[in-house]
């Protein structure tokens, strides 16, 4: 019984150490149905969420990645962060700001940070598109970078096309569009 028991204990013990654990959303996106079947990276993934107005939203996955993405930020928009800055972005699992409230976002405690409401980054501001600004900064930190669009079902198609505009403009034109696959009694239709 005993060697029973610790077999128990090691796969627990194993199964804790080797589960990669869900990281909170910066907006949550209720996701449409489809029958395709491809699974997300779970490295080098940059998404890009879609709320139903239309905002948008970054997230990056890995805490080290996003410490660089800032600092190239910083590097070409000329900005200092403070390590405390760096530590906060690191810890966010994503951010939805324009660049001028950022460091206001960056500067708050951690819980007043999880409650503040995100306008989303700017897609059309006359020439500058932040959006495509973070991209085009993701790519240079990571070369093998994928990109997802994670779109709410309700979004209008026209705020999701804008997506698409900003990253063929910027020419990326590999990305996957995340939807929850359909089960046999969604009346899935082949």
């Known amino acids: ?14 199964f804790l150490l080797a589960t990669t654990f869900k990281t909170g959303e910066v907006v949550w996106v209720q996701i449409p149905r489809s029958v395709a079947g491809l699974n997300l990276p779970m490295t080098d993934l940059l998404t890009i969420s879609v709320n139903k107005d239309g905002q948008a939203y970054l997230s990056l996955t890995s805490p080290a ?23 906060a972005f690191e810890a966010m699992s994503g951010f939805g700001v324009p660049t001028a409230q950022l460091r206001q976002l ?9 409650r503040f409401k ?55 034109l590999r990305f996957t569009l995340i939807t929850q696959p359909k089960g046999l009694d969604d009346d899935a239709r082949y």
């Open 106 to 114: 960056l500067q708050m405690p951690s819980e007043e940070r999880k």
């Open 118 to 172: 995100q306008a989303g980054i700017p897609m059309k501001a006359g020439n500058k598109n932040e959006l495509a600004d973070w991209i085009i900064l993701a790519r240079v930190v990571i070369p093998r970078l994928r990109i997802a669009i994670k779109a709410d079902a309700t979004t209008p198609y026209k705020k999701v096309e804008d997506v698409i505009k900003t990253l063929t403009d910027i020419n990326v």
């Open 65 to 87: 990645t996003r410490r660089a993405w800032l600092q190239k930020h910083a590097q070409v928009n000329q900005i200092q962060y403070t390590e405390e800055e760096y530590r």
């Open 1 to 14: 019984m005993t060697p029973m028991v610790d077999m128990a204990f090691l796969l627990v013990t194993f």
